[in-house]
């Protein structure tokens, strides 16, 4: 069975929690794709979709991190750079029939599932104990405050 949000990975930052979903929700919808056997084409563009995602959320992890000056932003940096590396390995091996797509989506269910529980829950313990708040901590909260009134 494949990685699915649980509460219980929530790190306590509406913003990187919200990207953390999101990651999960790009993984889901690459087992759809594997499973509904679309083409290459559409194939490639959902892991392109979900690689681009991953490092848009590296950097917004990363500045969080500097923000409330994290002491291991350079070790969490480098595995996000290892990961990124990962997948790049990966992806050109799934073009030369070297690897399958399902090896993909097993490699990043199980890399996400314990990145978040065990290095992402060090950044949520020191936010927590931190005096240091993030910028716009609680901007998130607002923005889903306010679009009822948009309606």
Not at 48 to 60: C, D, N, T, W
Request: proline share 3%; hydrophobic share 45%.
């Amino acid at each position: 069975m494949y990685i699915h949000w649980q509460t219980k990975l929530e790190l306590g930052n509406d913003l990187i929690d919200m990207q953390h979903r999101m990651l999960v929700l790009l993984c889901r919808k690459l087992d759809i794709a594997i499973k509904t056997h679309v083409s290459q084409q559409r194939l490639r563009w959902v892991i392109v979709e979900l690689r681009k995602f991953a490092e848009f959320h590296f950097v917004s992890e990363e500045n969080l991190m500097h923000e409330i000056g994290y002491p291991e932003v350079h070790e969490h940096s480098i595995i996000h750079t290892e990961l990124l590396m990962q997948l790049n390995t990966m992806l050109s091996k799934i073009r030369h029939g070297q690897e399958f797509p399902e090896d993909l989506l097993h490699f990043l269910n199980e890399w996400l599932c314990k990145h978040i529980a065990i290095e992402d829950m060090k950044i949520a313990q020191y936010i927590m104990a931190s005096a240091m708040r993030p910028i716009g901590e609680n901007l998130y909260a607002e923005y889903l405050a306010y679009i009822p009134s948009c309606r």
